[in-house]
């Protein structure tokens, strides 16, 4: 999972000199602010977003679970 989405299609908002906004829903950047889960629901970076992330997380083995050494145990 990515921190922060920011590679969204972004379009600039012609009412305003440095805004932009999201491509699909018009949602501006500073509302969106790099997460995912701001974007509208039904945006089609969000969904094709939300299937990767779906998807890594079931070719991913889950690495919390092995066991390391822990160095600072040992007398
Ligand atoms: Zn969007």
Known sequence: MKPFYIDY????IEEHQ???????????TTVIFGLL?????DCTYRT?????VQLEAKLKPH???FDEPHADEVD
């Open 37 to 41: 889960e701001n974007h509208a629901e």
């Open 18 to 28: 440095h805004a932009y906004r999201c491509a699909y829903y018009k949602i501006p």
């Open 63 to 65: 690495t919390e679970h």
């Open 9 to 12: 299609p972004q379009e600039k």
């Open 48 to 52: 094709q977003q939300s299937k990767w």
